[in-house]
């Protein structure tokens, strides 16, 4: 069962049905000021740190569900109906609704009482606003006389506090309110050097922002008393809950429609100019009043959403393809490209299920995130990657998390994830290969963010790398720390407390728990050491490491997990529930393991016998059902959900690879298809979750819910399904000598097309199967081309690329 539909023209996914399975959100902003927004307008914004700066309030876990958010309302001031365009929070007769969710706005139209009503909602780029486009029109055959009132509530800035501090915060609420215009300054009067604004276009019949005045007594968002009676308090907000609501008349003729310009905006003054006039406690509004001068006149709004449509399609043009596939198409041209992007921005803070107060910038998840995003935006990334260099400690391990308004690595949190060090290796390799910008190896970047410890990029990689190697165990496999990259594996924490972090709790000493994942990844970083430094020692590092795997990692019919703090296997046949995980199968045969004996392809196999289902791929089986207090969180989860036997989609492209490494084509399109979201559109009432972006987890078959996903938008999922796709399947991968094309395809498909922007040059590139195999040929520009790399042609734009497979 569908909700909505693709429109992949306009690059939008179209809801036509308010009561989603779940809030269907997008992102609102690119740059430094964000929101989240639901497909009925709930959500809220924020500047740079969903915790530190909270614009607006937002109760998650709310009963019901989405409140808060960007409301109007619109008032028949002749028959005293009232109704909520965008459904909530009234829900009632809406006819007509659609929301259409596109890169960056979302637009949510529908009609009550023959008046149409469209919202279109979009940060412009360059700018810490967010404006609320309001095309209202009369389709009645006599004249209409309208209220319309906005609404917002605001936020007391840090929403961890704003959510728990009331004996304080019931107290400092503050505004000001000027020709319409209102101003949230809570604490300004002290420390805070920032105020939002609210703005509207049109005159303001009155306005409010005490939120009890607005709603009345015991009254919620559903049935506020200033619209039940057409009539705003002019209340000013003194302590307790302070929102943003503007009222406004509006007289509409037979067929006429009018436009309404809400803007929402952040405005950071500096600490000598606060003041207007000085000594005062007004907030200095002259740094404002332009921007909202500005964004109120509909031709500036219009001009700052084609800025921003067009933006996007830039962006979305570092690769276009054309494949059989109408999901692989959807998938990589629009949506895959739009969620990397997303976790850019946000890592995992903010989404339906990530609450804004809890995580920062985690470093394994960034520098993950990197694959995705690193050809679309080459110098934001290597920001990102001197950003996450620096949180690094001078022993070679890091910080496990880093917030993003102060970039500097999170105490509480701590380091001894002992895989995080290896991903920055990894994350640079992606960037050298897509830029050939060298010189990032050179930049000097602090340990720790601290001055005086500054050594080149490349030498906080050696650090990375040696950090493995300084932390080997009993069999010289690479000890575990508090977990890799499965953060519920924790075999040294042994926790009894309630409520304990499982990642950051006790760390008992003396034990010898290692990872065969690790070992995995090690030979992945240290080959890619090798192809940076030119230094062969590199690679013999990273040979001994694979045999220490096949020696001591290998179970018979798969690869073992981990060995815990006793020294007993973890994920092995002698195991009596977690005999296999799907980790160790995935990450060792992208390192090459097992490639020459056959262990590899019967890795494979064995993931496909126990592992796999209709779904994806789940983490492990038998799942836990029990409680494993030597083996941490991964058993507090009831089997078939999370590290516990979901499918854990970020696992499932490494199978994909793996499959294409191994040269099944067919294998690895298939474990695409299963988990691709567009591919699972059909089956919405089972998924749930927006069928436009993937989902960290998907219930496994131990669970009753199996096939139903959670946790959607920010996660790593989505961009190694992107390199999955773009880079094993399509095989369109930079590498350091030129453009890397080497397709391994279902054997159904007759090949595709794709444009590829690789170092200022357009790739055209027509792939034709001729043969069933994977043998791949290459000419460019007519001349042959010896292997598979295509070399980047001096002086030219453009290369014409014909590959043949077969
Ligand atoms: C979450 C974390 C990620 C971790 C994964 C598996 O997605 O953000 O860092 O690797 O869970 O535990
Ligand atoms: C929990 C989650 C895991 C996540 C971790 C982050 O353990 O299960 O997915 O990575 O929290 O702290």
Redesign the pocket.
Known sequence: MRFGTFDDRQREYVIIRPDTPLPWINYLGCESYFGIISNTAGGYSFYQDARLRRLTRYRYNNVPTDYGGRYLYLRDNASGDYWTPTWQPIRNGVEDYSCRHGMGYTIIRSTSNDITTQIRYFVPLGETLEIWQATITNNRSEAANLSVFSVIEFALWDAQDDAANFQRNLNIGEVEIVDGVIYHKTEYRERRDHFAYFACSEPVEAFDTQREDFLGPYRGWHEPIAVEEGRSRNSVAHGWSPIGSHHIKLALQPGESKQVIFVLGYQENPRDAKFDPPGSSTVNKKAALPIIAKYTQRAEVDRAFDALYDYWGQLLGALQVDTPDEHTNRMVNIWNVYQNMITFNMS?SASQFESGIGRGM?F??STQDLLGFVHIIPERARERIIDLAATQFENGGAYHQYQPLTKRGNDAVGGGFNDDPLWLILGVAAYLKETGDRGILDEMVPFDNTPGTEAPLLVHLEHSLQYTLDNLGPHKLPLIGR?D????LNLNTFSEEPGESFQTASHREGGVAESVFIGGLFVIAAHEMAAITGDESYNEKADRMAETVLEHGWDGDWFRRAYDHFGEPVGSKECEEGQIFIEPQGICIMAGIGFDNGLAEKALKSVEERLATQHGIVVNQPAYTRYHVELGEISSYPPGYK?NASI?C?TNPWIMIAAALLDDGDRAFDYYTRINPSAREAISEVHRCEPYVYA?TIAGRDAPTHGEAKNSWL??TAAWNYAAITQWILGIRPTYGGLGIQPVIPSTWDGFTAERQFRGVTFKITARREGPGNKVTITANGEAVDGTVVPVPDGQSEVEVIVTIG
């Open positions: 995992r985690g394994r998840d977990a990259w499965n953060d519920c590290e854990f970020h960290q996660t790593g």
